[in-house]
């Protein structure tokens, strides 16, 4: 099972690029990285999945190195609608029974 | 909208209840997700169906039970609600990939108090 490690907060301004790092050290072969953004009382909203190199969409781009022991979730250019919680998921395909949702990295965006 | 409907979206009960909370997924989805957010113990996953049968166990306690029924709307039922139980339950849905981790999409919750 691999568990995730993220800052539990993070400050940034209006216009700035993000980046929130996850640690994974025991991330599994088959293991794919997602993120989610998660308002206050409110289901989280996927934002962008990935199992190596750089995937990027309208929304964010994310980061995963060689080793895929961590992953970067970059937000281009936020704004203040941009504060919420992140969620970053590490799990096998296949296998719900690893499916964890870590402690999250509240981002708060400045004007 | 992320087209995955819940009710009621609110409910207060007593210890010692039974509740049932209602899902509706996105139109085409054949996978249910169930989970359980309260402020101690982050959002944790409970259950899965896919297409009517049981795909997936999470931390569900055995007091908790659900379903998924042919036109492919879910129940969630608890029971002997005890304090504890107090927590926002979102149910999710995914495409048709039976892989865990294709994109979920999220109802807006059920926020049970238990007095």
């Known amino acids: 099972l691999a568990k995730t490690t993220q800052p539990i907060s993070m400050d940034s301004y209006e216009g700035q690029e993000v980046n929130i790092?996850?640690?994974?050290?025991?991330?599994?072969?088959?293991?794919?990285?997602?993120?989610?953004?998660?308002?206050?009382?409110?289901?989280?909203?996927?934002?962008?999945?990935?199992?190596?190199?750089?995937?990027?969409?309208?929304?964010?781009?994310?980061?995963?190195?060689a080793d895929r022991k961590s992953s970067t979730l970059s937000l281009p250019r936020v704004s203040l609608s941009d504060t919420a919680v992140y969620y970053c998921l590490v799990a096998p395909s296949g296998s719900a029974r690893q499916l964890t949702f870590g402690s999250g990295t509240q981002l708060t965006v400045l004007p | 909208d992320s087209g995955v409907t819940q009710t009621p979206k609110h409910l207060i009960t007593a210890t010692g209840q039974r509740v049932t909370l209602r899902c509706s997924p996105r139109s085409g989805d054949l996978s249910v997700y169930w989970y359980q957010q309260s402020l101690d113990q982050g959002l944790q996953f409970l259950i899965q169906y896919y297409n009517g049968e049981e795909r997936?166990?999470?931390?569900?306690?055995?007091?908790?039970?659900?379903?998924?029924?042919?036109?492919?709307?879910?129940?969630?039922?608890?029971?002997?609600?005890?304090?504890?139980?107090?927590?926002?339950?979102?149910?999710?849905?995914?495409?048709?990939?039976?892989?865990?981790?294709?994109?979920?999409?999220?109802?807006?919750?059920?926020?049970?108090?238990?007095?």
């Open chain 1, 21 to 65: 790092t996850c640690s994974h050290n025991n991330i599994a072969t088959n293991d794919y990285i997602t993120w989610y953004q998660q308002f206050p009382s409110q289901g989280p909203r996927f934002i962008i999945q990935g199992y190596k190199t750089k995937v990027t969409n309208e929304v964010a781009s994310l980061f995963i190195p």
């Open chain 2, 56 to 115: 997936a166990k999470g931390n569900i306690l055995e007091r908790f039970s659900a379903q998924q029924f042919p036109d492919l709307h879910s129940e969630l039922n608890l029971s002997s609600l005890e304090l504890g139980d107090s927590a926002l339950y979102f149910c999710a849905s995914s495409g048709r990939d039976a892989r865990l981790l294709s994109e979920q999409y999220f109802g807006p919750g059920t926020r049970l108090t238990v007095t």
